[in-house]
């Protein structure tokens, strides 16, 4: 029987992620103590998204949720701590920000976060976070008409991949004498193990529980599995092997590695490392 075997959440887009051992199922992606997958961002000066593609030490950026702050600690700096609680409405300072092509109503974050962030990065950017009354939304072309929300996420709630996969990828990178990646270099939320490399591409969904999910996009890579997530330095890239075998037609021959997934039932349902997922394929 296939198991769920790791759990991520990713508070800030593009900055280390946190591995969990149970994280709560919403529509919009993972959620843990009320913070969901992706709920914050950094953009530039002119609202722009900042990822690893441009600014890979935002890896060493690393989140903890606390009772009622995010801890931030990145190579070199001091401890930020970034309050939980929104803002009062008649305080909030709010940022119009794009993520690809959707501009969307983000809060703004105060100044010493935005200096902290700047100092790190050594361009001047703010973080921002998802507001509470914006609405951003999965492709429907993909989607089957289903309106799936997200956050910061590059387009879809959660990321599933096979453990098989890496697998097989890290059998032919060390069939050529090259080291072995582990997962994260891929930044899944959703990791099982049981089914064969790549048969998540296939699978008409996963049901965890009383949880069903739905894998409908393949996931084109970009160059941020090159960057290694625990210095933050681009090397070695994986993508020259998979360009040899995970060229996906359904995506315009994009390399493809993982499959982007929305829920169809099971809001608010507790997830756990360790659960059976039950896998339903594609015929």
């Given at each position: 029987?296939?198991?769920?075997?790791?759990?991520?959440?990713?508070?800030?887009?593009?900055?280390?992620?946190?591995?969990?051992?149970?994280?709560?199922?919403?529509?919009?992606?993972?959620?843990?103590?009320?913070?969901?997958?992706?709920?914050?961002?950094?953009?530039?000066?002119?609202?722009?998204?900042?990822?690893?593609?441009?600014?890979?030490?935002?890896?060493?950026?690393?989140?903890?949720?606390?009772?009622?702050?995010?801890?931030?600690?990145?190579?070199?700096?001091?401890?930020?701590?970034?309050?939980?609680?929104?803002?009062?409405?008649?305080?909030?300072?709010?940022?119009?920000?794009?993520?690809?092509?959707?501009?969307?109503?983000?809060?703004?974050?105060?100044?010493?976060?935005?200096?902290?962030?700047?100092?790190?990065?050594?361009?001047?950017?703010?973080?921002?976070?998802?507001?509470?009354?914006?609405?951003?939304?999965?492709?429907?072309?993909?989607?089957?008409?289903?309106?799936?929300?997200?956050?910061f996420s590059d387009g879809y709630p959660m990321l599933v991949i096979s453990e098989a996969s890496l697998v097989d990828l890290n059998d032919k990178l060390q069939s050529q004498g090259r080291q072995a990646l582990p997962m994260n270099r891929f930044r899944p939320n959703i990791v099982i193990n049981?089914?064969?490399?790549?048969?998540?591409?296939?699978?008409?969904?996963?049901?965890?529980?009383?949880?069903?999910?739905?894998?409908?996009?393949?996931?084109?890579?970009?160059?941020?599995?090159?960057?290694?997530?625990?210095?933050?330095?681009?090397?070695?890239?994986?993508?020259?092997?998979?360009?040899?075998?995970?060229?996906?037609?359904?995506?315009?021959?994009?390399?493809?590695?993982?499959?982007?997934?929305?829920?169809?039932?099971?809001?608010?349902?507790?997830?756990?490392?360790?659960?059976?997922?039950?896998?339903?394929?594609?015929?």
């Amino acid at each position: 029987m296939p198991i769920l075997t790791e759990l991520n959440l990713y508070p800030i887009k593009s900055c280390a992620g946190i591995s969990l051992r149970e994280a709560t199922l919403t529509a919009a992606g993972l959620m843990s103590d009320h913070i969901y997958d992706r709920e914050w961002m950094v953009v530039d000066a002119a609202g722009q998204f900042m990822t690893q593609r441009e600014y890979p030490k935002m890896a060493l950026i690393t989140p903890r949720i606390k009772a009622d702050t995010l801890e931030l600690r990145a190579p070199g700096m001091l401890r930020l701590e970034v309050p939980l609680g929104l803002p009062d409405p008649s305080e909030e300072i709010t940022l119009d920000v794009k993520v690809w092509d959707d501009t969307v109503r983000a809060y703004d974050c105060d100044e010493t976060t935005a200096t902290w962030f700047s100092k790190y990065l050594g361009v001047p950017c703010r973080l921002v976070r998802f507001h509470a009354e914006a609405k951003r939304t999965a492709n429907t072309e993909w989607t089957k008409g289903i309106e799936a929300p997200t956050l910061f996420s590059d387009g879809y709630p959660m990321l599933v991949i096979s453990e098989a996969s890496l697998v097989d990828l890290n059998d032919k990178l060390q069939s050529q004498g090259r080291q072995a990646l582990p997962m994260n270099r891929f930044r899944p939320n959703i990791v099982i193990n049981g089914i064969e490399a790549f048969e998540e591409d296939v699978v008409e969904s996963f049901k965890i529980g009383s949880a069903l999910l739905k894998p409908v996009k393949p996931c084109p890579r970009c160059p941020m599995p090159s960057v290694d997530q625990a210095t933050g330095e681009f090397g070695p890239d994986p993508l020259e092997i998979l360009q040899t075998y995970r060229a996906n037609p359904k995506v315009n021959g994009g390399i493809t590695f993982g499959m982007n997934a929305i829920m169809l039932e099971g809001e608010g349902q507790l997830l756990r490392v360790g659960q059976e997922v039950d896998v339903i394929i594609s015929f």
